[in-house]
């Protein structure tokens, strides 16, 4: 996997990322966006156009948010979506479903209201 879409995406899900991307590899899940790893070329087209910087070349993201890629990878698994790698997006590969992860999120702020 070279690019990760990562906490800033969610509850935003500007949408950018998803016209830019030449091969289609990026997912709408409920509350963020989701790249497919084995059908992302790398070309880095998604990153050059996020308003909000979530997405993050692999090589580059620090050690603690690594998990993030296995956030993006097993979207596409059985215990999510069992989507596999569809071979592109389309309008019936979007979802309300969520990682995990996603779904329990709070954001900074909403943590301190907690």
Known sequence: MAYVITEPCIDTKDGACTVACPVDCIYEGGRMF????????NCGLCLSVCPVDAI???EEMPAERLFLRD???????????????PGG?????????????????????EALIS
């Open 34 to 41: 989701y790249i497919q790893p084995e059908e992302c070329i």
């Open 56 to 58: 993050l070349w692999d």
């Open 71 to 85: 956030v993006n990878r097993d979207f596409f698994a059985d215990g999510v979506t069992g989507w596999g790698a």
């Open 89 to 109: 997006w389309d309008k019936s590969r979007t979802t309300t479903l969520d990682h995990p992860f996603v779904t329990a999120y709070q954001s900074p702020s």
